[in-house]
């Protein structure tokens, strides 16, 4: 370390000028997935975003890498992508084969994987998993999944299984997005900007204010709705059922056989302290950790500051 599935392609022509991103949609055997893509000619790069999330976290990152063919797909139950059917579960490893044919499907065979948060958790699964296929892994604010003590193991099932029994509250109604983005700027202290790009990606109108008769995940269309709903699947909230021990995560991180760029902000986030983050990264084989002073979601905030930090990495 040193330190400081078959799927079918459907490409929309939409284009959104004021992100130079443009909306794309892959059918999967995890449904359709739908993301935001450049046209750029370079490295190809997979950019995977966060819990909660979506592919909008790369917009401002983006305008500070240019040339990079980036593909930033909504993970399954999230943005604009299908929900995971009621006998599936929402896990990394899921996502991360999920991810595998949204590359697939894009005719992507080797690439390069960037990865935040959750989507960072699932590029560490899909390096170690087939390192065959992953050039180079640049992850932020993330190294591995969340672990979990195994003597944990069966609480953990319980409450999942719990969480599962009680599903099918209703969902929030916004009234208007201005309400939807303060409710995530105070959820996650982020600024309204950063929360506007999260929110008007991730809300979909409804034409009643009964969200039971609403396809969240697809949205609606309305001239005049009566409110907004999360799109995203109300079952990402529910607990995980298996975590893996950190003695796994540790193993798996320890499998990544690509160059990797870790950056981290300070201060650390208290589920993934400062001892054990930097553990991990003295886990890879080929690493590089850069610690910049922001929030988790530095690469949204401070955007030229994170590029910087990458470089030319995925020119290399």
């Known amino acids: 370390m040193r330190g400081i599935g078959a799927a079918r392609l459907r490409m929309s022509t939409v284009v959104t000028p004021a992100i ?32 909660l999330d979506n592919a909008a976290s790369f917009v401002p990152l983006h305008a500070h890498l240019p040339g990079l063919d980036l593909a930033a797909p909504d993970l399954p139950g999230h943005g604009a992508s299908a929900h995971l059917p009621p006998a599936a579960d929402y896990t990394v490893v ?11 499907a894009l005719g992507w065979t080797r690439f390069g994987l960037l990865g935040h948060s959750l989507g960072g958790a699932v590029a560490s699964v899909m390096a170690a998993a087939m390192p065959q296929r992953i050039e180079r892994l640049l992850l932020i604010e993330a190294l591995g999944a969340l672990a979990e003590p195994e003597e944990r193991s069966a609480a953990r099932l ?57 396809d969240a995940a697809a949205g609606c269309a309305s001239d005049n709705p009566a409110g907004y709903v999360w799109r995203s699947d109300p079952r990402l909230t529910q607990p995980t059922a298996v975590r893996l021990s950190e003695a796994q995560v540790r193993d798996l991180v320890g499998a990544i056989e690509c160059p990797t760029r870790v950056i981290y902000a300070e201060p650390a986030q208290a589920y993934f302290p400062e001892a054990l983050r930097r553990a991990r990264v003295a886990c890879l084989r080929d690493g590089e950790l850069v610690v910049l002073r922001g929030s988790h979601h530095l690469h949204m905030e401070q955007p030229a500051r994170v590029a910087a930090a990458i470089g030319d990495f995925f020119a290399r």
């Open 158 to 214: 319980r409450d999942a299984f719990a969480a599962q029994a009680s599903a099918g509250k209703p969902l929030r109604v916004f009234v208007d997005i201005a309400t939807a983005v303060r409710a995530r700027m105070q959820v996650n202290g982020l600024s309204e900007p950063v929360a506007r790009l999260l929110v008007e990606r991730g809300i979909a109108p409804v034409p009643a204010l009964d969200p039971g008769v609403v």
């Open 94 to 104: 899921g996502a991360a084969r999920a991810a595998f044919a949204i590359a697939d």
């Open 20 to 51: 130079s991103l443009r909306e794309f949609a892959v059918d999967t055997p995890f449904g359709r997935l739908s993301g935001l893509r450049s046209d750029g000619h370079g490295p190809r790069v997979l950019a995977l975003h966060g819990w």
